[in-house]
């Protein structure tokens, strides 16, 4: 069969080369001149550092399948995200850890103490929380929830914690131990030569035509026998049931000699520091030495229709409009929606890979079946 693929990201990728594999004929197209969306890397021009150019990736994963299937597109560097917050002038250990705790309450607390002295200031009255601040308090209290999570989430999301969902928060552990490993999964690691030689790697294949710099018309739909979406949902039905909400990322970049700021990244808890984070990408790749640096003041907000949506926002008017446009998109034929944006989701990258081999593995059978292509794969997504 004849397949158009519109988005060039770790979904379209994935799946083309898998629908490729199996002898199926397949066209990627991406309105942006470069592969790998906003996994894209690049030298930087002046440096030679590796620029993640749409924000810091740092690939994490415990699963197996993903793994194996990831390093067969390029070589890992072990890496282990470590990240430190600056809040009122002195800077701390995320995530919230034995070393926090103590260094925020000037204590030396054992983690056994930790525990329940955590357990002290929690608010014990919060059973079941039904927003990220109400987690928040359950699990840390109020002195730690508004160093390290009010105002950087007030800047993060546009909105007041009490509206966001629970979940996000979800995704930080808190640990009373000193272990400062960002992420709790088993393999992690930064590709060497960059997210875009990986893409690169993915999509070589002789079944496989790509076109960048190509947008998606409507007429092109009759030249090909499905089509696998990974826009915007509501780009796809012209916006006819309103937009749902992202938001954007400005990076404000500078050069400097030496070492900025002796880390990757560096968040700013304080709501009367502008921007959220900074990241310096020469730390990204310890195994490369670069007498320069380049770091990016990264600032969020409400995202346009013509600005790079990054982030879902996912408030109870944007599942109004997402319930509607899953409506619609049940009942399309001939195209398939995949990924982030398409399912508006917040997605790391190993669940994107993850989704786009089980989605791939799909199409494939109801191709074997002689079965309606299924338009919309991922139930879960309300
Ligand atoms: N967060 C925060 N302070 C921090 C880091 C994270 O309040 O220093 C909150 C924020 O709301 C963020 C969420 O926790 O959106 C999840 O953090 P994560 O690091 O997973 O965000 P991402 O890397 O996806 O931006």
């Known amino acids: 069969m004849k397949f158009l693929i519109v988005g060039a990201g770790f979904s379209g990728a ?208 009759s030249q090909f026998d499905h089509v696998i979406w990974t826009g915007k949902l509501d780009e796809w039905f012209h916006y006819q049931e309103g937009h749902l909400s992202y938001r954007t990322l400005d990076f404000m970049k500078s050069e400097a000699v030496g070492d900025f700021q002796g880390t990757a990244v560096m968040n700013y808890g304080d709501e009367d520091v502008p921007y959220t984070r900074i990241s310096e990408h020469k730390h990204f790749m310890p195994w490369e030495n670069h007498e320069k640096t380049i770091y990016f003041k990264e600032y969020s907000r409400a995202c346009g229709e013509n600005d790079i949506p990054y982030y879902p926002i996912r408030l109870v008017d944007d599942k109004e409009v997402l319930k509607k446009y899953i409506e619609l998109a049940k009942v399309q034929n001939q195209v398939t929606f995949a990924g982030r944006l398409a399912t508006y989701r917040y997605m790391d990258m190993d669940v994107t890979i993850r989704e786009a081999l089980d989605l791939a593995k799909s199409l494939l059978e109801d191709i074997n079946n002689q079965q309606k292509i299924a338009s919309f794969y991922h139930q879960e997504t309300l």
């Open 14 to 221: 994935v799946i083309a080369r898998e629908l490729a594999k199996n002898n199926h004929q397949i066209t990627i197209i991406d309105q942006r001149s470069h592969l790998a969306g906003n996994c894209y890397t690049k030298r930087d021009e002046n440096t030679q550092i590796m620029e993640h150019v749409y924000g810091p990736h740092i690939f994490h994963t415990s699963n197996e399948t993903v793994w194996e299937y990831i390093n067969g597109f390029g070589e890992f560097m072990p890496y282990i995200n470590r990240v430190k917050t600056t809040y009122n002038g002195e800077v701390y250990s995320l995530p919230i850890n034995l070393h926090t705790i103590n260094q925020f309450y000037k204590k030396s607390l054992n983690p056994t103490q930790a525990k329940a002295w955590i357990q002290s200031i929690a608010a014990t009255d919060i059973e079941e929380p039904q927003n990220f601040e109400e987690q928040a308090l359950k699990f840390i209290g109020k002195d730690l929830y508004s160093a390290f999570f009010k105002g950087y989430t007030k800047k993060q999301w546009g909105c007041d914690p009490t509206s966001l969902p629970a979940s996000i928060l979800k995704r930080l552990p808190v640990r009373f131990d000193y272990n400062d490993n960002y992420f709790a999964h088993k393999y992690q690691g930064i590709p060497k030569d960059g997210y875009t030689s990986i893409i690169e790697s993915i999509v070589d294949h002789e079944n496989i035509e790509i076109q960048l710099g190509c947008g998606f018309e409507t007429e092109m739909k």
